[in-house]
């Protein structure tokens, strides 16, 4: 039985863990607090970072932050001290690219290869294996761990060079937030109009303006239920300024990511945080519609494209020279 190792037991840690087992994978998990859980599924408890790392030659890790990133692997008790070659250690959480970057030498020092790695997905999709998960750097490494991410998803996509699965990831978040406002605010607007709620999901997931997290959200929208939650506005607002990085450095503009975060900002100033993203419709349907006092101008008609002139033909142009001659003044055909 090979043994996976795994740390950051959490959130998505925990299903991620229950598939591997279910897979016939041993897992050695670590985490700071408790793993009782983990212990119920089948998993094994490790004492530290470095435990896992001396047991596993796969090491899958997912953490919540750049800090907990550097203490996991280059703590007193981190993955470098058990490092060796042929290991292969792969980070699932979302980092700025840097923050993972910084982990690859001091690894590498020791012959392990550091994968970047992401996974789309709420802990109820990880569960049922629709999550996706983004790899990509060393080809060979990310081709010895897929078999065990497939251990727990069915969907695995290979990027290329290290940080573009960790892009991929804050696009798809991105994505995420949009789509969770535009449901919200769709959802608001059919309860507000006595719309057939049932009926209008059916209708709309499935057609041009559906979408997942239409699909997954609508329904608790529509019964206004907020737990258990599946993600919530402050897990996804730990992307907010990661997405916002990113953009920066692209120099490229995102005005519908910049209200929808702000939405989300103020569903969390409002103490809703920690329920459920349907909880979007409240937040959105509580807003005063604030109508514009100017009317939308009406749009100007384009001016056609000018087309280049076609040269007249041969007939036109000697019609053209009998009727220039047949201008002339009288005293002029005379001198002919």
Same mark, same amino acid.
């Not at 004492?47 to 890790?61: F, H, K, M, R, Y």
């Given at each position: 039985m090979q043994t996976v190792g795994l740390i950051g037991v959490g959130k998505i840690g925990l299903p991620i863990a229950e598939n591997l087992i279910k897979s016939g994978y041993r897992?050695?998990?670590y985490r700071r607090s408790s793993l009782a859980d983990f212990e119920k599924l089948g998993g094994v408890a490790a004492?530290?970072?470095?435990?896992?790392?001396?047991?596993?030659? /796969?090491?899958?890790?997912c953490m919540?932050?750049?800090?907990?990133?550097?203490?996991?692997?280059?703590g007193k008790q981190g993955l470098v001290h058990s490092a060796r070659p042929g290991q292969i250690v792969v980070e699932?959480?979302?980092?700025?690219?840097?923050?993972?970057?910084?982990?690859i030498a001091p690894l590498a020092a020791k012959g392990t290869i550091f994968i970047d790695g992401e996974v789309g997905g709420t802990p109820g999709m990880v569960l049922a294996r629709k999550a996706v998960v983004y790899i990509a750097g060393d080809a060979e490494a990310a081709k010895t761990v897929e078999p065990v991410v497939r251990g727990f998803t069915d969907i695995c996509h290979y990027f290329g060079p290290f940080g573009s699965a960790s892009k991929v990831k804050? /696009?798809?978040?991105?994505?995420?937030?949009?789509h969770t406002a535009a449901a919200a605010e769709a959802m608001a607007l059919a309860r507000k109009t006595g719309v057939d709620m049932e009926l209008l999901i059916k209708a709309v997931a499935?057609?041009?303006?559906?979408?997942?997290?239409?699909? /997954?959200l609508a329904p608790w929208m529509a019964q206004r239920r907020f737990t258990p939650v599946q993600g919530d506005p402050i897990g996804l607002s730990?992307?907010?300024?990661?997405?916002?990085?990113?953009?920066?450095?692209?120099?490229?503009a995102t005005p519908m990511l910049d209200r929808a975060t702000e939405l989300f900002r103020n569903c969390i100033d409002m103490g809703l945080g920690d329920l459920d993203n349907a909880v979007m419709i409240d937040v959105i349907g509580g807003m005063k519609r604030q109508k514009s006092g100017a009317k939308t101008p009406h749009r100007k008609k384009a001016k056609p494209v000018a087309q280049a002139?076609?040269?007249?033909?041969?007939?036109?142009?000697?019609?053209?020279?009998?009727?220039?001659?047949a201008k002339k003044p009288k005293s002029a055909r005379r001198k002919k």
């Open positions: 897992v050695l998990g004492t530290s970072p470095a435990d896992v790392g001396a047991q596993a030659d /796969i090491v899958l890790s919540p932050s750049a800090e907990a990133l550097d203490e996991v692997v280059q699932l959480g979302s980092h700025l690219v840097p923050d993972k970057e910084r982990q804050l /696009i798809n978040n991105l994505l995420v937030t949009v499935g057609g041009s303006g559906g979408s997942t997290q239409f699909g /997954i730990h992307y907010f300024d990661l997405i916002a990085d990113f953009a920066d450095r692209a120099g490229v002139k076609k040269k007249p033909a041969r007939k036109n142009i000697r019609t053209a020279k009998v009727k220039k001659s």
